[in-house]
Every structure is written in structure tokens, then in C-alpha cells.
């Protein structure tokens, strides 16, 4: 191959250089990071299900999904944690390029979108049956 590329740990790791090198140039587009926000709290698992078809739907869509509340609950207790995962929500947004709502906005979303106003992001809302809106 002929290319040295390393990991972090200095390992030479040819992987990701062959995965880019076949990708076609449709796929190599640029692909902007989305911040999926839905709901979390309430019924937790069909809202986890739900953004789980909302990544999905950015994917087909072109773009990366971030999604803070399909990773975080994986390792953090909502109840005594909630304040630092709401930090942590607001830190990997402003890593991203858009904000996408889908559903009607609870109040921690609520949060998201109003940090995503005063950082003038792209916002684009959808009903839950992804139908963008406004």
C-alpha cells in the first residue's frame, strides 16, 4: 500500500486510508454533523427507539448524527447526573453544524434550541414522522 498512517497509539493501521480509499466519490461529500434532539425523558425506550430511525433518517439523509441521549444514559444515571449530562449535551452541540428537532420540544430540548439560537446554527424541525416543518 505504501502508506504509513497510525493510530493514536502509533500502531500503523492501514484500515481507515483503505475505507476512504474505497469509497466512491459520492460517498467521500462533504457530510455535515447533526445534533439529533428528541425526547429522552418520559417513556425511555420508545424514545431511544425513536432516535435511533431520527440517526438513521440524517444518514440517508447525508449528514453524521450526534446523538448525546442514545451514548450518555449508557454509563451516567439520569437522576443524579442530569446536570452534568445537560453540560455535556451543550458541549457536543456546539461541535456540531446543524440542529435537527424532531417531535414536540420538551424542556431540555427546550435548552438545546435556545443555545443553537444564540450560536446562529442551522435548525430545522420535523414532526416526529420526520415531515420537516418549522
Known amino acids: 500500500m505504501g502508506v504509513d498512517y497510525r493510530n493514536p497509539e502509533g500502531y500503523v493501521d492501514p484500515v481507515p486510508y483503505q475505507a476512504i480509499s ?9 457530510m455535515p454533523m447533526v445534533y439529533i434532539c428528541s425526547a429522552y425523558r418520559g ?13 438513521r433518517y440524517a444518514v ?4 453524521i448524527p450526534i446523538v448525546p441521549h442514545l451514548l450518555l444514559p449508557q454509563f451516567m444515571e439520569e437522576e443524579s447526573e442530569r446536570d ?9 452541540l456546539s461541535k456540531c453544524r446543524e440542529l435537527w428537532v424532531f417531535g414536540e420540544p420538551t424542556a431540555g430540548m427546550l435548552n438545546e434550541i435556545a443555545y443553537a439560537e444564540r450560536k446562529q446554527m442551522t435548525i430545522k424541525y420535523f414532526d416526529e414522522d420526520m415531515k420537516e416543518g418549522s
Open 22 to 30: 474505497n469509497m466512491d466519490k459520492e460517498q467521500k461529500r462533504y
Open 43 to 55: 417513556d425511555e425506550e420508545y424514545n431511544v427507539q425513536k432516535a435511533r430511525v431520527y440517526s
Open 60 to 63: 440517508d439523509a447525508g449528514a
Open 84 to 92: 452534568l449530562a445537560v453540560f455535556m449535551d451543550i458541549a457536543i
